[in-house]
């Protein structure tokens, strides 16, 4: 208290809530744990999200992912989280979602493999559809054969531009019209046994979601001429000769034997 009066004091109380937000989510097929498994990776977030997973189409399996989830010195989390891939289901769309307690936007990361033939010199469409989720995405798809990696074309849906790189423009073939609405499927055009024998990838993205489908292309080589009706050809020869000769001595042998009676 003073002579003057009384002062009234306030105190004001900040509270500062830190946050590290989702920058980036991937999810792609692993092998090295001995059985196939998918993938998700998040990195460097905070506070610690929340990590689900769905297929589509849904399936009637209970589906057990292994999440793991890691904070570094400053407290930033590296989330690793793993799905068994379903056996006998090979077409399935597995998709990895992650969400914040804090509000922020949810991010959806989703993956299909699966394997196509092809025979050289014979056009193929490397097929790749979007969950209906991805309004007008951008397309980006890829090639890679043993440690060789290539782009391949880039379209915007927005714009409604595509660029092809060489010498890959020459040989495939996209309908933009079709990528807005999830048909972002690549015609490859006279393909070849060594040059386009590989992997495609091709990934839909809009803002917090992506897709990804990997088709692994065999293009059978040219078929080599057969020889083999020349060798059925002369079998049939001796076989027909042998025959004739067999008819030719058994009528020899009648002819023979009726002397010999008349005699």
């Known amino acids: 208290m003073s002579t003057l009066g009384y002062f009234k004091m306030s105190l004001c109380v900040c509270v500062c809530v830190c946050v590290a937000p989702i920058r980036g989510l991937s999810v792609e097929l692993s092998r090295l744990s001995g059985y196939e498994e998918m993938k998700c990776t998040v990195s460097n977030v905070f506070p610690a999200p929340r990590v689900t997973w769905a297929t589509e189409p ?39 979602k992650v969400t914040t307690s804090y509000g922020g936007p949810a991010w959806t990361a989703s993956f299909r493999e699966i394997e196509i033939k092809g025979a050289q010199g014979r056009d193929l469409t490397i097929p790749c559809h979007a969950p209906p989720y991805l309004n007008n995405p951008f397309l980006h798809w890829s090639f890679i054969n043993g440690e060789e990696h290539s782009d391949i074309l880039t379209y915007d ?23 807005p609405f999830g048909d972002g499927s690549l015609r490859l055009m006279d393909p070849q046994h060594l040059e386009h024998t590989g992997s495609y990838t091709c990934v839909f993205s809009v803002p917090h979601n992506t897709h990804t489908e990997r088709t692994d292309v065999t293009i059978d080589g040219p078929v ?3 020889y083999w009706w020349i060798v059925g050809l002369v079998i049939a020869v001796l076989v027909l000769a042998l025959a004739v000769m067999l008819v030719y001595l058994k009528m020899k042998g009648k002819d023979e034997l009726e002397e010999k009676k008349t005699a």
């Open 157 to 179: 849906s927005q714009s409604g531009k595509s660029v092809s790189t060489p010498p890959w423009d020459k040989h495939v073939e996209l309908d933009g019209f079709r990528v």
């Open 58 to 96: 849904p399936t009637l399996e209970d589906l057990r992912p292994v999440t793991r989830m890691l904070a570094n010195k400053q407290g930033l989390y590296t989330v690793d989280s793993r799905l068994k891939r379903l056996k006998g289901r090979p077409n399935l769309i597995y998709i990895c």
């Open 224 to 226: 080599a001429p057969s």
